[in-house]
Structure formats: C-alpha cells, structure tokens
C-alpha cells in the first residue's frame, strides 16, 4: 500500500497546513501520513477520498490515479527495437515451422512463379530468410525498417549474393515507394503499434492490384495461456489478471490494440481487400534436455521471457509503477512481479532439465488487392 496524499496535495495545490485544517488534525501528522511514519484514521479515509475528488482505492494507492499522466508504451518506436535484435532472434524461430510456410507458399497462396516481396517493419529480415529459399527463382525481396541497427544485421544475413535483396532503413508510415509489389507482408508489426489501421493501409498502397497483402500476428490471450513447464501449476502459469484493464487502458490511451489479430480479417474487407481467409502457424515448441540444442532453447526462452534474474524490490517498485499508470491496480501489478520471480526462481533451480512446452499463436491474415 502507498499512499497518495503528497501527490494529491501537490496536484490540487494545497499546503499541509491547509489539507490539516481542513482534516481537523495538526500539520505534523500530514507530514506523517504522506512519509508513511503514521496511517490517517480509517474514518478519515472517506472525508480525504471526497475532499480530492478520488476513491479510497486511488487514495491508499491500491488503483492508479485518473490524474496521472500516462505514459505511452514505447514498443512501437525506433529506439525500443533497435536495442532489441537479441530478443528478435531468440523469438522468431519459435513461431514457424519452415514446412508449414512452403504450405501456404504453394498450397493456399499458390505462388509458382517469381514475385516481388516487400516486408513491412522487418527488422534484421527474418522473414526474408525464411521466405527467399522457398519463393520461386527470381524473386526480389526488399524489407524496410526504421531501425539502422536492425536493416544494417540484415544486411549481413541475407545473401544478396545469391538473392535479389534491398533493405530501406525508412518508417513505413512516411515512405513513399515509387515501386508496387506482389506481396506485401508484415509480422509481428501491428500488436506493437498505436495505428493498426494506418499502417495496414499503407501496406495495401505498396501493393499492385491483384497482389497479396499478408499479416502475421500473435493473439496475445492465447499467448498468455500458451506455457506450460513440467513441475509448475499450469493454472498458476495462466492467470494474468489485470492484463484486460491494462490492454484496455492502452487502447484507450494509445491505440495500441492487443486483439488485433483477430480483427485484421476485418480490417482487410474494410480497407478493400477481396479474397480474404485466415490462418494459424502449426508451430507448437516443445523443449526437453534430449534435445540437441537443449541449451540454446531454453537460454533464447529465459531472454524472451526476462526470466534471467530475480527482481529486487526496487527493480518490482519500478514495474508496479509502469503497470499502474497502463491501468492495472496495485494488487495485480504486485501479483504479476510476484509470478515472474517464481517463475524465474524455478528455471533457476531446474535449468538442466527443464521440460516446457510453448505455443503462441500465430494467425495469418490475407486479402487480395
């Protein structure tokens, strides 16, 4: 609990003296109450809640405050994932078997001949990696990022050698490309963004007409439930409680919308697109200590995850912080600390043989300009 009568004070610009006459109490003890020596009596809590225009939840710090200003997630910018390549390459093999994409390739998108690709938000070109092999000779893959440190990785992955391969280090919302292409594909962009729609709609502008526009994206509801590790409670591994109040505050707030896999489909039809279906990548990970690259897994697992060490209480403070002001309460914020430490304090224990299964639904969207 902690209690919010400085800030209170501060913001409705009242001296101590003044909130302790008001009070009916000596200047001293509000002193007291908002450096935690001493707690105001219980039946003062009701007259101070009313007096600043707040509940008692807000007022013991238990639910964050309307008045504070929020502080947008800053996923979607250039400098969060230009300090992220690590994370990226620990993730992205965890969402694709490469036999499921050459289905889609030649099975349901039917692509038999060469194509031009271009790859919306593509970081250091994992895509490209996966998709230049499978494409039919000939093909050109080009992939744009805003981020320099990310396109210049790309560049020295990708062999453009044997591929025909451009990366544009620009921000897809403010390029223009004098160039249309047969497939425009983007993965993992939209969840990140405070403009799914936007951005959507700038993809389907790169696109020739009768071109294929594609998302791929991770439902973060079944992503939250998608863990499973041998020795803990699966019940216990799938509560997140204060994750809905915090997606939604973020949509309010900021536009960044957490269903949005699911409402691409949508999207595409509002946006013009015909032809449109929707898909779910088979990748289901399942690591064990006989696995040849045991170690690798499960150390690209602990990165993702932030499970590389346990959080002190100065370190749980911040994050508490940070999830109140997106819209979860004291409680829950508390509680997501609590379950990432025990987490963590068990991979610890049984790094060796650690048994975990991972799913994170990946969803396909697609249309036809």
Same mark, same amino acid.
């Given at each position: ?23 009916g109490v000596a200047h001293q003890t509000v002193s007291k109450w908002? =450096?935690?020596?001493?707690?105001? $009596? *219980?039946?003062? &809590?009701?007259?101070?809640? %009313?007096?600043? $225009?707040v509940s008692v939840d807000e007022l013991l710090g238990l639910k ?12 979607? =910018? ?20 490469? $036999?499921?994409?050459? !289905? ?10 060469? *194509?031009?690709? &271009?790859? @919306?938000?593509? +970081? ?15 093909? =050109? ?12 990785? +790309?560049?020295?992955? &990708? %062999? ?6 451009? !990366? ?9 490309? +004098? *160039? ?30 009768? +071109?294929?526009?594609? @998302? ?18 699966? $019940?216990? #591994? ?12 973020? #949509? ?55 499970? @590389? ?8 403070? #911040? ?12 409680k829950d914020a508390e509680y997501y600390c609590y379950k990432q430490?025990? *987490?963590?304090? !068990?991979?610890?224990? %049984?790094?060796?043989?650690? =048994?975990?299964?991972? !799913? ?10």
């Amino acid at each position: 609990m902690k209690l919010m009568i400085a800030e209170l004070r501060k913001n409705k610009g009242v001296s101590q003296q003044e909130l302790a006459t008001v009070m009916g109490v000596a200047h001293q003890t509000v002193s007291k109450w908002e =450096t935690n020596v001493t707690f105001p $009596d *219980i039946t003062l &809590l009701p007259q101070l809640a %009313n007096y600043f $225009d707040v509940s008692v939840d807000e007022l013991l710090g238990l639910k964050p405050l309307p008045s504070r200003t929020y502080i947008p997630c800053e996923v979607g =910018t250039k400098n969060y994932w230009s300090e992220r390549l690590k994370y990226l390459k620990n993730t992205r093999n965890f969402l694709w078997n490469k $036999d499921y994409l050459q !289905f889609l390739i030649e099975k349901v998108w039917k692509i038999n001949a060469p *194509i031009d690709i &271009l790859d @919306c938000g593509c +970081g250091y070109g994992f895509l490209g990696t996966m998709l230049m092999p499978l494409m039919p000779k000939g093909s =050109t893959y080009t992939g744009i990022d805003h981020s320099e440190n990310l396109i210049n990785e +790309g560049r020295g992955i &990708l %062999n453009t050698d044997e591929y025909a391969v451009q !990366f544009v280090c620009e921000d897809v919302l403010t390029y223009e490309s +004098g *160039i249309k292409y047969d497939f425009v594909i983007s993965q993992a962009v939209l969840r990140h963004i405070d403009n799914s729609t936007l951005f959507l709609n700038k993809m389907i502008s790169f696109t020739k007409v009768g +071109g294929l526009v594609v @998302c791929a994206e991770i439902n973060r509801e079944l992503e939250n439930v998608g863990l499973y590790i041998h020795g803990m409670d699966y $019940d216990f #591994l799938c509560q997140y409680p204060g994750f809905r109040d915090m997606w939604n505050t973020q #949509l309010k707030r900021q536009g960044r919308d957490y269903s949005v896999a699911l409402k691409i489909p949508e999207m595409m039809r509002d946006s013009g697109l015909r032809d449109i279906d929707i898909r779910m990548s088979d990748k289901v990970n399942f690591i064990s200590p006989e696995h040849a690259d045991y170690a690798e897994e499960v150390a690209a697992f602990i990165d993702a995850h932030e499970l @590389c060490e346990y959080k002190t209480g100065e370190q749980q403070a #911040l994050v508490v912080e940070r999830l109140m002001n997106h819209g979860m309460d004291r409680k829950d914020a508390e509680y997501y600390c609590y379950k990432q430490n025990k *987490i963590t304090e !068990f991979i610890c224990r %049984n790094q060796k043989s650690l =048994t975990f299964t991972q !799913f994170y639904g990946l969803h396909f969207s697609y249309g036809i300009k």
